[in-house]
């Protein structure tokens, strides 16, 4: 009898928990559309404001911090709307080499600045069957997350593999690794250990994960650093629950 009045706590407690984060999620969402839709004005406002100044270098340098704050704030919005988004996939076939191109791509003039090169180990013919939007925003976050491990320049490493539980697609960097309270609570939402993070960016990529039926670990790597591997479902599990 103890021991089910424990386990019934328990499961009540996580309960109350996941109801607490649905609350909050709500919150969050109505909150980064009412930003959002203020953000759009200052931002014009702004460019107006940079063609009057001219030539005054005092006032552009001041106009280009205030850019970078709305820049800041913009995507700290867009983090809560991908985070409080409860769409389902839109499943498709698609190449992963070719999404991942489209990543690098995307982050060519940061990946040059901090001097970091890529290493890719995933065959030309992989296809996966998901959401190509959900898993391109999972790749870029963790992406993002092995840049901001490596200020000072390294390697990010990105394979992938089919086996019979689905795609497993690692993302590993070069950096510090994580410590103990990190590698547990990397995909809580609000955890950061950066100064002025969301901490919302790993909790997304799990978030997409769940939504396909998938799962995200996180890891150091024995040589140094940290890696994610984002685990999507074979495609006959798809099949199965439609």
């Known amino acids: 009898m103890r021991r089910l009045t424990?386990?019934?706590?328990v499961k009540n407690r996580e309960l109350a928990r996941k109801n607490r984060?649905?609350?909050?999620?709500?919150?969050?969402?109505?909150?980064?559309?009412?930003?959002r839709n203020n953000l759009v004005p200052l931002t014009l406002y702004t460019s107006l404001l940079r063609r009057r100044v001219g030539g005054d270098d005092q006032s552009v340098s001041i106009l280009d911090r205030i850019d970078t704050g709305l820049t800041a704030l913009g995507?700290?919005?867009?983090?809560?709307?991908?985070?409080?988004?409860?769409r389902d996939p839109m499943i498709r076939p698609f190449r992963l080499r070719e999404l991942l191109d489209e990543v690098y791509a995307s982050l060519a003039p940061q990946l040059t600045a901090q001097s970091i090169r890529t290493v890719t180990d995933v065959p030309d013919d992989l296809v996966v069957h998901?959401?190509?939007?959900m898993v391109r925003r999972a790749v870029l976050?963790?992406?993002?997350?092995?840049?901001?491990?490596?200020?000072?320049?390294?390697?990010?490493?990105?394979t992938a593999a089919e086996g019979p539980r689905g795609v497993e697609l690692e993302v590993a960097d070069t950096g510090g690794g994580l410590s103990?309270?990190?590698?547990?609570?990397?995909?809580?939402?609000?955890?950061?250990?950066?100064?002025?993070?969301?901490?919302?960016?790993?909790?997304?990529?799990?978030?997409i994960a769940q939504a396909h039926g998938g799962e995200v670990f996180a890891a150091n790597c024995p040589d140094g650093g940290a890696a994610f591997t984002v685990r999507l479902p074979a495609r006959r599990q798809w099949e199965v629950a439609a």
């Open 141 to 158: 976050n963790l992406a993002l997350n092995a840049l901001d491990a490596m200020p000072d320049g390294g390697t990010i490493i990105v």
């Open 180 to 207: 103990d309270e990190a590698r547990r609570r990397a995909l809580e939402p609000f955890f950061s250990t950066k100064n002025g993070g969301t901490g919302l960016g790993l909790a997304i990529v799990s978030r």
């Open 75 to 86: 995507a700290m919005v867009n983090d809560l709307l991908h985070f409080t988004s409860d």
């Open 130 to 133: 998901a959401d190509p939007q």
């Open 6 to 9: 424990g386990e019934l706590e």
């Open 21 to 35: 984060l649905a609350d909050l999620g709500q919150m969050a969402s109505h909150v980064a559309h009412e930003v």
